[in-house]
């Protein structure tokens, strides 16, 4: 037995010493890395061309920490605020943008125009280049056009026309399985759930879309003529003879040159000068958004669906969209920083849970008591609970092409119990007490269910308009004229008072800092939420090595490939029907103009 015990503790000890000397390794690692830092700067050289590429979809801002297994995507965020670091530095003389996917939505695309624009303020270039324009879309052209010059292959086509879409509609193929759907909504434009209840378009709903993508349209052609420096008639002739070859695109003069990838880089090579290198923009901006001095200002970024809890705990948590608890604690963060002096909070999201994001809005309304302003910037999409988190916002700041409102409210389910008859099933349910199953997919609401249901929509309508009202300072029968579930574009947005401002996250960062009375040339910035897990625990440690170590930049880019991303079913836009958990704040999968 002594023999066993000493046998076991020296296999204890082994491990022990083992993990020590993992340890100790580490450290020493990491000290190695830290002198190589100190002597060899960030590694970048002296003169270089970066290279950014805008063919896949990308993320607006990191919604949730990423983990070592779940690294956070690149964002238009981390592309706004890397062209801004690059602008101050001299060593970089310009940048190669690739596009032409159609991944690029138009707010995207107004975005990053806007950053285009202030990196060229700074005597720096852009030559966009593009294999081809596909997609009628026209959110990458509106990038594009912001470049000094856009170059396309030859015979390529050019693709750019409008904006449109559809929806897609089952109320019939439930009928034929005897399903049965019942959905509250409030009010006529809250189109979410039409695809269940509705055998085509109501026209409440084509009314709304008409009319957005008409002032998005606007607002792109608009930017786009002021870009390319034409008429906006011209750019409207140019873009309804779509689809075309890039020659065609060239007498119009959308474009400048006809060339392949390899022939603008090494024409941006040449415009930099002798010895100039290209350099990946990711490499180089992987910590653009350090701030040069002591953070004043807060970024905080909130991307995705609203729910409910935390992302902390799963592994898999970077995907998860706006945990509540997450982004609350964010806020808080910021709030009793002394240091900072405003928040920004970056916004983009169609919505979701109603108490997810009443749990936000809460923490908004708590960091302006302790006296500290909030701007929102808005991405993409800020509609329905995306608007719910910002509408007590000392200012609202969105793109022209930015789409927002959807002031109002969804709850019900689909029972499928007849369905399971018509394969030869059948189902049965035993429960205490009268509303236990009413959130069953099994069984239909009966009469006394559906007025709990209606109430529940009415009282979360009233306090989503109530709220509106308060926080926007508006009279409440000019919030209801303009809720009722409807989406509306940055541009009427502002028309209707839902939005103080036009423009990018600049423009919210200036509203900011005057609130803040920072001066616009002090501003620095700090990001919430921070990154947790292993590797956010590297990254703090190592702080700013891995711009200049390129084999932890390479390990970072390996993590970090594009995670496939389902397209959220139809099903996944219906609330769970539940009493008192069956309420979302949700717009509709729209169009993507």
Do not use: C
């Amino acid at each position: 037995m002594i023999r066993f015990l000493g046998w076991g503790r020296s296999i204890v000890m082994s491990v022990v010493n083992g993990i020590a000397r993992a340890v100790l390794v580490l450290i020493l690692l990491l000290v190695a890395l830290l002198i190589f830092s100190l002597a060899w700067g960030d590694g970048q050289p002296k003169n270089m061309v970066l290279a950014l590429d805008l063919r896949e979809p990308i993320a607006d801002s990191a919604a949730s920490p990423g983990t070592v297994f779940t690294p956070r995507r690149v964002t238009v965020m981390e592309i706004v605020l890397g062209m801004e670091t690059a602008g101050r530095d001299k060593r970089v003389k310009g940048m190669v943008m690739r596009l032409g996917n159609g991944a690029l939505s138009i707010a995207e695309g107004q975005e990053i125009a806007g950053a285009i624009q202030r990196f060229k303020a700074k005597d720096k270039f852009v030559i966009a280049q593009t294999t081809a324009f596909f997609g009628a879309g026209l959110g990458d052209y509106v990038a594009a056009s912001a470049a000094n010059e856009i170059w396309m292959q030859p015979k390529s086509p050019f693709t750019p026309s409008g904006t449109g879409g559809g929806g897609l509609y089952l109320r019939g193929v439930f009928d034929k399985i005897e399903a049965e759907p019942q959905i509250v909504k409030r009010a006529e434009y809250k189109s979410a759930a039409d695809m269940f209840m509705e055998k085509q378009m109501s026209a409440a709903d084509r009314e709304q879309l008409t009319r957005l993508m008409q002032s998005v349209y606007d607002s792109a052609v608009t930017q786009m003529a002021a870009a390319r420096k034409l008429a906006k008639p011209q750019i409207v002739a140019a873009l309804e003879a779509s689809p075309q070859f890039s020659e065609d695109a060239l007498k119009a003069r959308l474009i400048d040159r006809i060339g392949y990838d390899d022939e603008a880089a090494a024409a941006a090579n040449a415009r930099a000068g002798a010895g100039a290198k290209t350099v990946k923009f990711m490499s180089y901006a992987r910590d653009a958004a350090k701030p040069l001095g002591d953070a004043n200002i807060a970024i905080v970024e909130a991307a995705g669906e609203i729910r409910d809890g935390t992302a902390k705990d799963s592994l898999l948590g970077a995907n998860a969209g706006i945990a509540s608890d997450d982004l609350s604690q964010a806020i808080r963060q910021a709030a009793r920083d002394k240091a900072i002096k405003a928040i920004v909070l970056r916004v983009d999201s169609p919505g979701g849970s109603v108490t997810a994001s009443d749990q936000i809005l809460h923490e908004v309304k708590a960091a302006q008591k302790a006296g500290k302003p909030v701007v929102v910037s808005m991405g993409g999409v800020v509609a329905s609970g995306g608007y719910f988190i910002s509408v007590t916002a000392n200012r609202i700041v969105a793109q022209p092409g930015t789409i927002t409102g959807s002031i109002g409210v969804l709850t019900g389910k689909i029972s499928f119990n007849k369905t399971l008859g018509l394969i030869g099933a059948n189902s049965e349910q035993v429960s205490v007490g009268s509303n236990t199953l009413m959130g069953s997919p099994l069984s239909p609401y009966t009469p006394e269910q559906l007025v709990i249901l209606n109430r529940h929509a009415d009282v979360i309508y009233d306090d989503f308009t109530a709220k509106v009202a308060a926080g926007r300072k508006l009279p409440l029968d000019k919030v209801r004229a303009v809720a009722r579930g409807r989406v509306w574009s940055g541009t009427d947005a502002q028309t209707h008072g839902l939005v103080d401002r036009l423009g990018g996250f600049w423009t919210a960062a200036g509203e900011a800092a005057a609130l803040a009375k920072v001066p616009v040339g002090e501003m620095a910035f700090k990001i919430y939420p921070r990154r947790t897990g292993l590797w956010g625990s590297l990254s703090r440690l190592m702080g700013g090595m891995d711009a200049s170590f390129g084999l932890l930049g390479r390990i970072e880019s390996l993590l970090n490939l594009p995670a496939l991303q389902a397209l959220l079913g139809g099903i996944s836009e219906l609330p769970a029907g539940g009493p008192g958990g069956g309420v979302i704040l949700k717009a509709a999968q729209l169009p993507e103009p």
